[in-house]
């Protein structure tokens, strides 16, 4: 079973600042990988998809890389709204899901 | 705009019986596969449950294998969630996800707590 563990826990960020999240699969995912955002109260939202593709809609500011087992999402520049709870996801036997344990990024 | 509508929730004991449904509207429902995903709280998401186009392919994660069905009425444009001897850590907002590789849309979540 993989494992997606990702790092830190929290990011205490103040907006203008650049974000880097990590998560770091168990073993190679190539690039079958998705990032999510979700803020209080709402379901989760697709950032990034296939480690490094933009979504419909998401601004540019949002960016991922890597691959294999090591994934990055950085969001370059921090904008009030981008405070939220970030999680990644891998589909290991499809269709299962597994998903990260979360990186929430708090305003400093 | 593509919405997803989940409902049905609610609170419930121990081995008892919930029906949350989801409903879509701007996309063609039937055209895509969809999931059921839960997040207990003040916890991560969990995936719990998939149903492809047709409904011919379904598959269950372990923790709710046996106890829950998934289930859709493309004519109604609804995903069901028919859940049964539900347990107290089955509590959580249930969330349905419309997939196109991806989960590209998500609902608000529907509660469903579980206690005596």
């Known amino acids: 079973e993989i494992v997606l563990t990702q790092s830190p826990a929290t990011l205490s960020l103040s907006p203008g600042e650049r974000a880097t999240l990590s998560c770091r699969a168990s073993?190679?995912?190539?690039?079958?990988l998705a990032w999510y955002q979700q803020k209080p109260g709402q379901g989760p939202r697709l950032l990034i998809y296939?480690?490094?593709k933009r979504a419909t809609g998401i601004p540019a500011r949002f960016s991922g890389s890597g691959s294999g087992t090591d994934f990055t999402l950085t969001i370059s520049s921090l904008e009030p709204e981008d405070f939220a709870i970030y999680y990644c996801q891998h589909r290991q036997d499809w269709p299962a899901l597994t998903f990260g344990g979360g990186t929430k990024v708090e305003i400093k | 705009e593509v919405q997803l509508v989940e409902s049905g929730g609610g609170f419930v004991q121990p081995g008892g019986s919930l029906r949350l449904s989801c409903t879509a509207s701007?996309?063609?429902?039937?055209?895509?596969?969809m999931n059921w995903v839960r997040q207990a709280p003040g916890k991560g998401l969990e995936w719990i449950s998939y149903?492809?186009?047709?409904?011919?392919?379904?598959n269950y994660a372990d923790s709710v294998k046996g106890r829950f069905t998934i289930s859709r009425d493309d004519a109604k444009n609804s995903l069901y969630l028919q859940m049964n001897s539900l347990r107290a850590e089955d509590t959580a907002v249930y969330y349905c996800?419309?997939?196109?590789?991806?989960?590209?849309?998500w609902g608000q979540g529907t509660l469903v707590t579980v206690s005596s």
């Open positions: 149903i492809n186009k047709n409904g011919g392919n379904i």
């Open positions: 701007g996309f063609t429902f039937s055209d895509y596969e």
């Open positions: 073993q190679s995912v190539t690039t079958y």
């Open positions: 296939q480690a490094s």
């Open positions: 996800a419309r997939e196109f590789w991806y989960l590209d849309n």
